[in-house]
Nanobody, 120 residues
Framework: QVMVVESGGGLVEPGGSLRVVCAAA????????MSWYRQVPGKERELVAT?????SQTYAGSMKGRVTLFREKNRLYLQMNSLKPEDTATYLC????????????????WGQGTQVTVSS
């Protein structure tokens, strides 16, 4: 019912900024929250930020204080600032379902990710 697609990744200098975008499609009404994660090979997937349907935002991990979420229509943006080489990762978008809606599939949806590389 729901699909998400990430975009906006690329190469950025250390200390620079980058904005990645998660576009949601399908049954948007079935989404309770959307999150940005990041992952590098051999490491655990790390939560970066979450926004609920009501607009509540939560930031986590080492990027807290350096990232900001904002939503426009069906797109969720992650503004990343003061980027460091260790921020290099695949950034993934996840949509969580409304578990109290019987008409919604009770299964989270992941995008394929967008690559962010921080290097000089």
């Amino acid at each position: 019912q729901v699909m998400v697609v990430e975009s906006g990744g690329g190469l950025v200098e250390p200390g620079g900024s980058l904005r990645v975008v998660c576009a949601a499609a399908g049954n948007i009404a079935c989404i309770s929250a959307m999150s940005w994660y990041r992952q590098v090979p051999g490491k655990e997937r790390e939560l970066v930020a979450t926004i609920t349907h009501g607009g509540s935002q939560t930031y986590a991990g080492s990027m807290k204080g350096r990232v900001t979420l904002f939503r426009e229509k069906n797109r969720l943006y992650l503004q990343m600032n003061s980027l460091k080489p260790e921020d290099t990762a695949t950034y993934l978008c996840k949509a969580d379902p409304k578990m109290d809606e019987v008409t919604c599939l009770h299964r989270e949806t992941w995008g394929q990710g967008t690559q962010v590389t921080v290097s000089s």
